[in-house]
């Protein structure tokens, strides 16, 4: 039987305990989980370099051989189809989330002709509203944020 292989995309500047919710609960779903690190987020021009992001979540799941923690620059699509991916996990706090993940689910369906399928998992009410830029926000004003950033 071929091994079922989910993507869990974002940027993940910086991963928060509700990326590591979405990532625990996702696990169970499937043989392998790979969380792909943007690289090229045009959006936002300043985050923290790629590979210094990898780094902290692979270190989170270094005792996990199931989970594999990679970069990638462009679409989501390709970085599925070169890991063998046919679900890409995507986390949704809002309604405003639940749209643009709609969106952006229809139109991967449609360029990869229905290969890719995207799963929508819903936030856990206490984490609701945890946000990597919330957690930026209070950083940069001086706030402790380890209650937002998941422990090994």
């Known amino acids: ?23 625990r609960r996702a696990l169970p779903l499937f043989d392998r989980l790979v969380i792909g ?3 090229d987020n045009v959006q936002k021009p300043h985050i ?4 210094q992001r990898r ?8 005792e ?5 923690v990679t970069t990638y620059f462009g679409l989501a699509v390709d970085l599925a189809r070169r890991v063998g991916a046919r679900f890409i ?17 229809d139109i991967n369906r449609l360029i990869t002709g229905g290969e890719v ?17 919330m957690v ?3 950083k940069h004003f001086g706030l402790d944020v380890t209650p937002f950033l998941p422990k090994k």
């Open 136 to 138: 930026r926000e209070l």
């Open 37 to 39: 690190v943007v690289g």
């Open 48 to 51: 923290t370099p790629a590979e």
């Open 1 to 23: 039987m071929k091994e079922k292989t989910g993507l869990f995309v974002g940027t993940f500047d910086p991963f928060t305990t509700g990326h590591d919710s979405i990532v």
């Open 64 to 68: 996990e051989p199931r989970i594999e």
């Open 55 to 62: 780094q902290v979540i692979a270190n989170l799941y270094a």
């Open 89 to 105: 996990v995507k986390g949704v706090r809002s309604a405003k989330d639940f749209e643009y993940e709609r969106e952006q689910a």
């Open 117 to 133: 399928e995207t799963i929508l998992l819903y936030a856990e009410p206490q984490l609701a509203s945890v946000s990597s830029s």
